[in-house]
């Protein structure tokens, strides 16, 4: 997504609710602010968990539960995006 946002006299923008739904962001997370030349990269920042394989599948241990809404929204977008796959295959 490409949008241009305004800084207002605080030095404050706002993200899009589309960008702030695609990366799962609430009230209260966190963002950081890399800077270079004439570019500014924001990247939520996300807790340290641990990977690993159960079940010949990896699995992210976040330490803390997902809220279900946040699963399924997660569960419907994959399929969303599997299906599009797939629609695309059949045409």
Avoid: C
Avoid at 30 to 53: A, T
């Amino acid at each position: 997504m490409v949008t241009t946002l305004t800084i207002d006299k605080a030095g404050r923008i706002v993200l899009p609710k589309p960008v702030r739904d695609e990366l799962q962001l609430s009230p209260g997370d966190s963002l950081e602010v890399e800077s270079s030349e004439e570019r500014v990269v924001l990247r939520p920042v996300r807790g340290h968990g641990r990977v690993y394989k159960k079940q010949g599948v990896w699995v992210f241990d976040s330490g803390e539960p997902l809220e279900s809404d946040v699963v399924n929204k997660t569960i419907r977008r994959v399929r969303e995006e599997r299906d599009r796959r797939n629609l695309g295959k059949l045409r």
